[in-house]
């Protein structure tokens, strides 16, 4: 059989499958190690993705931080329209779209339940925490701090219980030098 360039789409299709099928991760991998190339990226898809089993156990913590992430973002757009309003230019508006850019896009990726962004989305929480210390005050400073702190708590919690292997710069080998995805 002749190797081939890592199809993401179908992989995840195909550890999707064989979960269901009560295979364990580390045949998963053995499989898909014989169908393509880079072993590092098949260990790494199937490290980051999540069990239907932990899908349920921790679905009620992963949509309260949607709706964390959902709440910063409708702050985001009142502050824009606050702007808009005080400044008294239309163009502002524009901003309206931009800023809340990065948080609808982790919004997404934690919708999907996407492994790889949790542990991102808690680094840049706390840079962003860093970063609001320096420009608010008072009650916008404690309630966005608040959010923060739940924020980034809840993804690392979430990064360390649902997907428990999930180490992109620390991945474990046998001693054949093939990857230990269980």
Partial sequence: MNKKSLDRKAAKQFIIDNRAMNKT???IYNE??????????????????????????????NSILI??????????????????IAENQAWYLLLAFLVPIFNLYFLYEI???????????GIWVIGFSFQSISKLGGT???INL????????????LDKNMFPNYSPTN???????EYIVS
């Fill in 32 to 61: 898909l190690s014989q169908q393509y190339y880079d072993k590092k990226a098949i260990a790494l898809l199937i490290t980051s993705m999540v069990t239907e089993e932990n899908k349920r156990k921790y679905q009620v913590y």
């Fill in 67 to 84: 709706g964390f992430i959902g709440i910063t973002v409708l702050f985001k757009i009142l502050i824009i329209v606050n702007l808009v």
């Fill in 140 to 142: 916008d400073l404690i």
């Fill in 111 to 121: 919708a999907r339940y996407n492994g790889s962004i949790y542990r991102i989305l």
């Fill in 25 to 27: 991760d580390q045949e």
């Fill in 146 to 157: 608040i959010l923060c702190i739940l924020i980034a708590g809840l993804a690392f919690y």
């Fill in 171 to 177: 991945l474990k080998k046998d001693s054949n030098g």
